[in-house]
T-cell receptor, first 115, second 114 residues
Framework: AQKITQTQPGMFVQEKEAVTLDCTYDTSDQSYGLFWYKQPSSGEMIFLIYQGSYDEQNATEGRYSLNFQKARKSANLVISASQLGDSAMYFCAMRESQGAQKLVFGQGTRLTINP | GAGVSQSPRYKVAKRGQDVALRCDPISGHVSLFWYQQALGQGPEFLTYFQNEAQLDKSGLPSDRFFAERPEGSVSTLKIQRTQQEDSAVYLC????????????FGPGTRLTVT
């Protein structure tokens, strides 16, 4: 069974600093996808970034990058030059590439950016 | 273009009442998902549709939960005889194609059972 672990319930960072949100996963499948979503207080889940298990390069999307270490089964999210608007809950998720289309989510990390 | 919409945004039900939650996916999106998010937790999968076919309902917690998508667009999640443990945010998501990886989420319906 798939499992996602986010060990940081809360993170506090000064504005403009970089921040790393940790995510480890467990799966016996060779083909899978890893995702990060942002959930502001409004409740909507906003897709940030995706990494396929066979992608050799780390995914990047603007200020977001995914530090993918396959052997360690980790997929940490790095946010560069943090902004006040980055304050939100962040969820790591995984999906098998074959079979079920569902996402399996971690418990989330609440990120607070201080001015 | 419009995103995924859900209604109502908030629902208060007395224990034992039936409720119906609606999801309007992005027009033309093939796949539709329902998730349940308890307070302080990550979303948990409930069920999945591909067009009108319900291909996976392994996450539905009991036979009180029922979902349908009769014409392959709008979906309704129905909960019969609501219990307090059903209190949660119910999220709907859709994807454009079967092979698409990005799921677009709606704002959710917050259900409170008193």
């Amino acid at each position: 069974a798939q499992k996602i672990t986010q060990t940081q319930p809360g993170m506090f960072v000064q504005e403009k600093e970089a921040v790393t949100l940790d995510c480890t996963y467990d799966t016996s499948d060779q083909s899978y996808g890893l995702f990060w979503y942002k959930q502001p207080s409004s409740g909507e889940m906003i897709f940030l970034i995706y990494q396929g298990s066979y992608d050799e390069q780390n995914a990047t999307e603007g200020r977001y990058s995914l530090n993918f270490q396959k052997a360690r089964k980790s997929a940490n999210l790095v946010i560069s030059a943090s902004q006040l608007g980055d304050s939100a809950m962040y969820f790591c998720a995984m999906r098998e590439s074959q079979g079920a289309q569902k996402l399996v989510f971690g418990q989330g990390t609440r990120l607070t950016i201080n001015p | 273009g419009a995103g995924v919409s859900q209604s109502p945004r908030y629902k208060v039900a007395k224990r034992g009442q039936d409720v119906a939650l609606r999801c309007d996916p992005i027009s033309g999106h093939v796949s539709l998902f329902w998730y349940q998010q308890a307070l302080g937790q990550g979303p948990e999968f409930l069920t999945y549709f591909q067009n009108e076919a319900q291909l996976d309902k392994s996450g539905l917690p009991s036979d009180r939960f029922f979902a349908e998508r009769p014409e392959g667009s709008v979906s309704t999640l129905k909960i019969q005889r609501t219990q307090q443990e059903d209190s949660a945010v119910y999220l709907c998501a859709s994807t454009a194609h079967i092979s698409s990886y990005e799921q677009y989420f709606g704002p959710g319906t917050r259900l409170t059972v008193t």
